[in-house]
């Protein structure tokens, strides 16, 4: 990624944004479109405007910054990942992220689906991630130079983020559940051996997405927090074929509680 590309990224972003000026980044996956709605004072910047953000092959309302304000906080919500299975690299957010950190973004929220690996959690809860399984071993900071690059990863997703956001939820009536995610390159779904594997290395959750992004955000100096929406149970976990439609429709069905919980969430953060 070309360090100019950032730079007008970043220019064009700031004027776009004018008086606007987000600490805090939400990153939507799916089923967690609707939050976008939910800012006020909103203006909309598309992806295909900021040279250093990612071209998305999907249609709608994917691939757009919406800025603005979610109670008193000033956030910047980007609708729209790219995936580590669409090209084989883990990198395709990295212009997006450092765009971010160059507007002056110091924490990154990011959103997920998820299968649920734990038999206790159920279709439709929300889980914050602890703390991830890096099962893909692909880095976006490949081809990355100096000693910068060897991040420390021991408290990825901030602690005092995560307490701060167990008790918001807590407080709106929605607890949520804590595990680990586990990356999985996809885009095909797990067998049930390769879920037998992931419970016993310690994982809770399983996903194709988030991991890239939270290391190129520790790399660009931001903080994480991070929430999963359980959509299934993985595979072997229950009768139910995984399919993406599925892992749409229980989004779908969930995502108006998921998407309160969250605004509740990024209000209480103290940044
Ligand atoms: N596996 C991987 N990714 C997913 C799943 C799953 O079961 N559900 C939603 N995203």
């Known amino acids: 990624m070309n360090a100019d590309l950032i730079t007008a990224s970043a220019t064009t972003l700031r004027q776009r944004l004018g008086h606007r000026a987000p600490k805090v980044a939400v990153l939507l996956g799916s089923g967690w479109g609707p939050f976008a709605q939910q800012v006020r004072d909103a203006v909309q910047v598309p992806y295909a405007d900021l040279p250093a953000f990612p071209r998305l092959a999907i249609g709608g309302h994917a691939g757009q910054v919406t800025a603005g304000r979610i109670g008193d906080t000033e956030v910047a919500v980007l609708a729209g990942r790219k995936h580590t299975y669409e090209t084989g ?118 996903g194709m997405s988030t991991v890239p992004e939270t290391i190129l955000a520790r790399h660009a100096g931001l903080r994480v927090l991070a929430l999963s929406l359980m959509t299934n149970m993985a595979a072997g976990m229950d009768a139910q074929t995984l399919s993406h439609a599925h892992t749409l429709a229980t989004a779908s069905a969930s995502s108006e509680r998921a998407v309160n919980t969250l605004a509740a969430v990024v209000q209480a953060l103290e940044i």
């Open 89 to 206: 690299e883990a990198d395709g957010m990295k212009g997006a992220i450092r765009t971010l950190a160059a507007i002056g973004v110091q924490v990154l929220v990011q959103t997920n689906a998820a299968g649920s690996m734990d038999s206790s959690m159920r279709p439709g809860e929300l889980m914050l991630i602890t703390d991830h399984l890096n099962v893909v071993q692909r880095s976006p900071l490949v081809n990355e130079a100096g000693d910068k690059r060897f991040i420390d990863m021991s408290a990825a997703y901030c602690p005092r983020l995560r307490a701060q956001a167990l008790t918001a939820a807590q407080a709106a009536g929605a607890p949520l559940r804590e595990g680990v995610y586990a990356w999985v390159l996809g885009p095909q779904f797990e067998t049930p051996a390769e879920i037998r594997m992931l419970r016993g290395f310690g994982a809770q959750a399983v």
